[in-house]
């Protein structure tokens, strides 16, 4: 709502504008896609994929309807067990979308698997590589809605595509975030970046063997949670913040030991290049990102005054993902900038918007003077001032009263005496000042105020 909206409205412009200078352009994906593209991009196993997503058969049908329209009637009972556990509904529709040859659709829960669909759909690895995108907009988790987290909740996020891994590619990619984040006004954020390899047996599948037969050994002082996940994602043990698990989890191995060669001299030129270009970084071992395509860079940013809830952009490589959508052999990279919480960052820093406020109150009495105002309106809005006209004729003093719960920074006084004068009553809310101008005067003296004369 206003005047928020100025706020969301500066922040994505500042997007569009940081990252035109570093030659990105802007991608419209759509809002929903076939389940299956999710699936299979962002990891069948992970949190997002299997309880988050939001997925309906199309054409449109309630789950029960689809389910009995598949199967045959089931029982209200069965269904409600099924309806009480996001995730197994979410594998039954799938397998019986399957089944029957019906489309399921999600709505998009990020949007680098669109861009990378997109990618493929039109051929985008014969225009000059790599190719630089960027999109801004709506994503759709089913999680539990506290601050920072919402269902609906909205992504700046960008990508780079093409031929190339080299860590120039990376280094760009997060210096002209952290160029975005010290131009939209976010202070206090910090970076850290890791490396998680890439998949093979030398490199983090090695790693991952280790981490699990570690973890086996101090399962019973887990939580159920990071139990689970020793067998269907390790990696993820190390995203807990549990305060019981974090001094077991100190004591785990760290992937950097176990990154192949080509992995270690990848990282370690990143970080060079992070720093030719002046870009400050921490690193964090722990850091290895909730989606199942990321290899080599990943990287987080927090910022201040979030909470738990305190990462504003998460993104790394995922040079296997377009082929993985049937696409040819392409590098990628990217990140998402979690538009809801880098907002109540800028606020909570006092750096939001005070309040929509007015450049001018017409205060006006009487016929004469109300066409007067029209007119002067007219003007002043085309110089680019905000105005408020009142819509009937109010006593000044209500009138006045009105200006300053607006906000207002002048009022203009207008009776039919100040018509037939010719002098126009200025009010300066601020300080009670009041000044009379003749009408060509007081339109260009507000102009200029604006600063908006010189091109008029
Ligand atoms: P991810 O796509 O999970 O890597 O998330 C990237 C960024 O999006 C995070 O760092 C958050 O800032 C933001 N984000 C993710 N999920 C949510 C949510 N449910 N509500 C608000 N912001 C979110």
């Known amino acids: 709502m206003p005047p ?183 202070h206090g954020a910090t970076l850290y970046i890791n490396s998680i390899g890439h998949n093979a047996d030398n490199c983090r599948r090695g790693y991952v063997a280790q981490l699990r037969t570690a973890l086996e050994k101090v399962k019973d002082k887990l939580g159920p949670d990071s139990q689970r996940r020793i067998d269907t994602n390790p990696l993820r043990v190390l995203d807990s913040k549990l305060e019981s698990e974090q001094a077991i989890i100190a004591t785990l191995p760290h992937i950097a030991d176990h990154l192949c060669d080509d992995c270690k001299a990848h990282y370690a030129a990143v970080k060079r290049q992070l720093e030719i270009r002046g870009v400050l970084y921490e690193e964090n071992w722990r850091l290895v990102r909730g989606l199942d395509y990321y290899m080599r860079t990943t990287f987080e940013i927090t910022a201040p005054g979030l909470g738990s809830q305190n990462a504003v952009c998460g993104g790394g490589r995922y040079d296997g993902l377009v082929e993985l959508l049937g696409g040819p052999p392409t590098k990628g990279i990217g990140f998402a900038i979690g538009e809801d919480r880098l907002i109540l960052s800028l606020q909570e820093s006092g750096k939001g918007q005070k309040g929509q406020g007015r450049d001018v109150y017409i205060a006006w009495m009487g016929e004469h003077a109300y066409a007067a105002a029209i007119h002067a309106a007219k003007d002043l809005r085309k110089a680019g001032l905000s105005v408020e006209l009142p819509p009937v004729e109010q006593k000044f003093g209500k009138a006045l009263g009105q200006a300053d719960k607006l906000g207002a920074k002048y009022a203009l006084i207008l009776g039919d005496n100040e018509v037939s004068e010719g002098l126009w009553t200025l009010k300066t809310l601020s300080t009670g000042e009041q000044e009379k101008f003749p009408e060509p005067e007081l339109i260009e003296f507000l102009r200029q105020q604006k600063n908006v004369s010189s091109y008029l």
């Open 4 to 186: 928020e909206t100025a706020l969301w409205n500066r922040v994505e412009q500042t997007a569009h504008e940081v990252f035109a200078t570093f030659g990105y352009g802007e991608i419209r994906p759509p809002i929903f896609e076939p389940t299956e593209l999710f699936a299979r991009a962002v990891g069948g196993e992970t949190d997002i994929v299997s309880k988050e997503m939001y997925s309906f058969p199309d054409p449109p049908q309630t789950p029960m309807e689809f389910v009995q329209a598949t199967l045959g009637r089931i029982g209200q009972e069965q269904f409600a067990l099924l309806e009480s556990d996001p995730e197994k509904l979410q594998d039954f529709m799938r397998e019986l979308a399957e089944l029957q040859d019906v489309t399921l659709v999600s709505l998009r829960p990020e949007a680098t698997a669109s861009v990378c669909r997109a990618y493929i759909e039109h051929n985008m690895q014969q225009l000059p590589q790599p190719v630089k995108l960027y999109y801004v907009g709506p994503m759709f988790r089913r999680e539990r809605p506290q601050k920072g987290r919402y269902r609906q909740f909205y992504q700046i996020g960008a990508e780079v595509l093409g031929g190339s891994d080299a860590p120039a590619i990376d280094a760009e990619v997060i210096e002209m975030l952290m160029t975005y984040f010290d131009k939209v006004g976010l």
